[in-house]
Every structure is written in C-alpha cells, then in structure tokens.
C-alpha cells in the first residue's frame, strides 16, 4: 500500500511551497488509495514558534487535505511529533554505535571553530579514533558528546529519483553529520530515515534541496537493514528566474493568500499545476479532478514561477461559481473590514459583487461608492460622452424623485420613457441617476440596481437633496 507523508518543522507559517509538497504526498496517496501521514519535525528546538502545529493541521484542513493515522489527541488523529519520541531515536542510534556506522564525537565547539577556520570543509573523523574504553569513561565523566554518522571515505553512491533520474554522489563531499545532538535530541538527517521507515513510508515526496543529501540517508537504511523509499525531489516555486518564493517576499504563505481573500481551493488549484500538468489543457480541475489524475510521471524537472495575477483569473472563476449564499459567507468578513454597519441590503450586494471581484480583498475597491455621496462635487454631472453636465441633471431632478417614489418595479422602463418624453439617450439619463444617487462614476450595476441595494427611501432622499444643492 502507497503511504506518503508531510512533514513539515513548525515555524509559524506554511509556504506555499511547504502546502504544494504535502498536495502531491496527499493526491498521490489518494489516488493509490494510500494513507497520507502528517509529521511534525520538532527536533530544532530553536526554531520553534508557539501555535505553529495549530496553524498547520487548520491550513491543512482548509486547503481540503486530512491525514489518516497518528496518536489520538483529544478523540481525533493528532500529528506525529518527533520531539515526544527522542527514545526512539536513541534506541537506533546505539545500533548503529554497535555496528561501527555511528560513532561518539566529543569535540568541542572551538576544536571545530578551528578546523573550519584551517580550511577543512568537513568533520575530520577526530572522534572516530577514540577507543571503546575511553569513550565509556567519558561518557560516565558527563562529557557532553554528539552522535555522528560514520560516513565511508571513498567511493560513491548512485540512487535513482523518480523526477531527476539517477544521482550520484561522491561520499567524500558528504560530511559525517550529527544524528544526535548533545541534548539527546535527533537531527533531521536521523530523524527523517527512522521515521519514514518506521511509519512504512513508501513514497518520500520532498523539497529538491534533500536530492544531494539522500545518499546519506540511504546509508543509514542500508546499516539498518530497511528497505530504501522511492523518492520524489521536488523543484521550488520560484518568485523568477533566478529567486525562489520565499517568506521574505511578504505573502508567501497559505493564510495570507486567504487573508487576501483567495479561496483555498483556489489556491490549491493552482499551486497543483505548478510543478505537474495533468497532460491535457485543463487548469481547473476539483480535488478529486486532481486526484484522479495525478500521476509522478507529470512533475516537471525545471522549477515554476508563480504568477499572482493566473492565481487571480483562476480564483475569479471559482468565484462566479459558488452558490450566491456562499459566496455572500465568504463576502461578510470583507464587509466587517471595509464597509460595516453601513444602511443597505448586504445580501443584494453580494449578488451584484459576485460577478466582479476576482478575490475578496476586490471588496474594498467595490465598495468604496458606498461613502462617495456626501458632498460629492457636482461637475461630477458632466460626461463628455453623454453630453450632461449639471444643468441637464437639475432639469431632470423632478421627475427622477417622482419615477423613484414609484418603487422599483419597472424602473427600468419608467427611466427609459422619462429619456423618450425628453429627446434624450437612455445613457444621459442613466449617468445622471448613477450620479445623483451616489456620488460615484463607477457602481457595480446602475440606478436601479443601486435603488434596491439603498431602498426606495434612502433614495428619494438622496435625490431630493441633490436637487437642493443644485439649486432647483
Ligand atoms: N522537515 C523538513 C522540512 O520542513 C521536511 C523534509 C522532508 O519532507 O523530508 O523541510
């Protein structure tokens, strides 16, 4: 059976990148009808941030990908966490002790300061010298001492990836890393080998920056006698040619594209088809569009660039379709930030919103003709195309409060017969209701849309005060 893991460290933060890798782990589990595991790699303790794993499994859960095993917390599946299974680390890394492919290095931090500032470019092995007996006594002394992996001195390694084919590495440009740190924790470069083969792992789907390291890894498999994953490198999203997406660059991250108000599901549309194409033309597809037709076979080897503006066209169509009342939920923490508590029909505004914000932030701009009537100025009347000004406006005043005072039915037609009685073009009389009502050149729809989005009351009174200050 396929399993696939993610396995992110907790910084506070997932980047896209960081939620793209667990999408291909989720979709290529999914579509083997596999487990998809999370894992929490908690063992730099230093970098860890307060809340992150919560921040984690909700923008898991919002992007649509749940995992299927782990301890139970609180009556569901919790994440691995490896920082709760130091144990099961130590009781490997004495195998290996046993078995010469780990040794016990005391060095101190000033001995390696100088070896690196002598010019080695790797740990010189000074430890690996030491004899059994001494190693004990120090050990019993309190020395604090690190486990390093014993990595050979000659010779290369060749493993094959399902994305860049087969890689070789010399093991003399590998350094023999720590696996245990001082304080008993694990590294990464331990960690990652114990648990993918104890949590049966088949597939390791990761950041192209582990391509060069996994010789390393596939020692330690070897040593221990386990069977090697097959292994999926991936390229990252790059901001342009030459920089990749990053933190830095201020929305790399999940929730912030949702604070921006793009769908999650959008997104992670989106972010599929950057480093994979389903082989045909197709650019929305749904999750279980994308499951179905997810394969290893179609992850690009050159890296992607992400472009805001196609993530926008793509959210924009998702969009236009969801049922208005959804739509109009997503819409109402918008409105709480940029147009609360204002007098109007919030529902009709969310169905003449709909069709014209591509994300929900669009909102802002949108709505900004709510606050535009108060004394607006009234050269506002004049439209070159429409040949109206304000004196054409003041003449027609009257009859617009009257039609409005009629209510909304029929409107429409009622404003086209008062233009016909008067020799003019629907359009100047329309501009010059848009106008009057809101004090806005662009609304989204036009008079009588706006009618019934203010109602008839506010209207009329908006009218009437217009006609005051243009002076009839
Ligand atoms: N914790 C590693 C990271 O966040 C995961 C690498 C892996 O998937 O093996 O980069």
Redesign the pocket.
């Given at each position: 059976m396929v399993r696939t893991?993610?396995?992110?460290?907790p910084t506070g933060y997932l980047h896209i990148g960081?939620l793209r890798?667990a999408l291909y782990a989720y979709l290529f589990a999914r579509k083997n009808g596999g487990k998809f595991i999370l894992r929490i790699?908690d063992t730099d303790q230093n970098r860890e941030v307060a809340g992150a794993v919560d921040v984690i499994i909700s923008a898991l859960a919002k992007a649509g990908m749940d995992y299927d095993e782990g301890p139970i917390v609180g009556g569901a599946y919790g994440p691995y966490v490896q920082s709760e299974r130091k144990e099961i680390y130590l009781e490997y890394a004495k195998k290996l002790l046993d078995s010469g492919d780990a040794y016990c290095c005391f060095c101190s931090k000033e001995r390696l300061e100088d070896l690196h500032k002598s010019g080695a470019t790797k740990y010189d092995k000074h430890c690996m010298k030491l004899g059994k007996a001494e190693v004990e006594r120090r050990i019993a002394a309190g020395e604090p001492y690190v486990i390093r992996q014993n990595i050979p001195e000659s010779g290369t390694s060749t493993y094959h990836d399902e994305v860049f084919g087969d890689v070789t590495v010399d093991f003399k440009d590998l350094e023999d890393n720590i696996l245990i740190k001082s304080d008993g924790m694990p590294t990464?470069n331990f960690a990652?080998v114990i648990d993918?083969h104890l949590m049966g792992i088949t597939h390791?789907?990761?950041?192209v920056?582990?391509l060069m390291s996994t010789p390393k890894y596939n020692l330690l498999y070897d040593a221990l006698g386990w069977e090697r994953p097959v292994y999926i490198h991936l390229q990252p999203i790059m901001r342009d040619a030459t920089h990749k997406l990053s933190k830095r660059d201020g929305d790399a991250g999940f929730e912030d594209f949702l604070a921006k108000g793009f769908l999650p599901h959008a997104i992670v549309n989106y972010i599929a088809l950057l480093g994979w194409n389903p082989k045909d033309n197709r650019e929305k597809l749904s999750m279980q569009e994308l499951t179905d037709c997810f394969s290893i076979e179609g992850l690009q080897r050159s890296s992607s660039i992400f472009d805001e503006t196609k993530m926008r066209w793509l959210n924009s169509l998702y969009i236009k379709e969801m049922p208005t009342d959804e739509f109009h939920a997503a819409a109402a923490p918008f409105y709480d930030k940029y147009c609360p508590d204002r007098n109007i029909d919030y529902r009709y505004l969310s169905e003449l919103l709909q069709p014209r914000v591509e994300i929900l932030s669009d909102i802002k701009e949108k709505t900004a003709f709510l606050d535009m009537f108060d004394g607006f100025d009234l050269e506002l009347f004049v439209n070159k195309k429409w040949k109206t000004d304000a004196a054409l406006a003041a003449s027609l005043m009257d009859e617009l409060v009257a039609e409005t005072e009629k209510g909304v039915d029929g409107l429409g037609e009622r404003l086209n017969a008062v233009a016909e009685s008067r020799g003019l073009k629907k359009g100047q009389v329309l501009w010059i209701y848009r106008i009057a009502l809101t004090g806005a050149a662009a609304t989204p729809g036009g008079g009588e849309e706006m009618v019934k989005l203010f109602g008839v009351d506010e209207c009329v009174k908006r009218l009437r005060s217009v006609k005051t200050r243009l002076g009839k």
């Open positions: 893991r993610f396995a992110p460290s960081g890798t790699e990464y990652n993918d390791c789907i990761r950041g920056e582990y």
